[in-house]
């Protein structure tokens, strides 16, 4: 599957009502530490195709940025990549902390 790009609420809502566990990165399209923590979190989900991974561009869904931080309790960063399991957070981070290895270490 690799990764999916996420536009609106009912989306989400769809994803996090059907998987029990899936990654989530919020992607700033304007930031370089963004665009490299975009490169890991792609890595991941190239090697992992069995988890689901999606994410959303800040730039076009704000909205969706801000309902996941509101339902989840976890300040907006961007970037920022969340591990979602059974409809809780179990870890998230941001800016240089996410990379590909963080991300595997956290999705078992």
Known sequence: MAKQLIQSEE???SIAEKEDKFVFF???LTCPISQ???HEFDAF???HEEVPAYYLQIQES???SN???ETYGVKH???QVFVIQNGEVKWHTS???ITENSIEQHIS
């Open 11 to 13: 989306e989400f809502k």
């Open 26 to 28: 919020k992607h700033s």
């Open 36 to 38: 490299a923590a975009f």
């Open 45 to 47: 989900a190239d090697k």
């Open 62 to 64: 704000r909205p969706l």
């Open 67 to 69: 309902f996941i931080a």
């Open 77 to 79: 960063e961007s970037p």
């Open 95 to 97: 800016h240089s902390q």
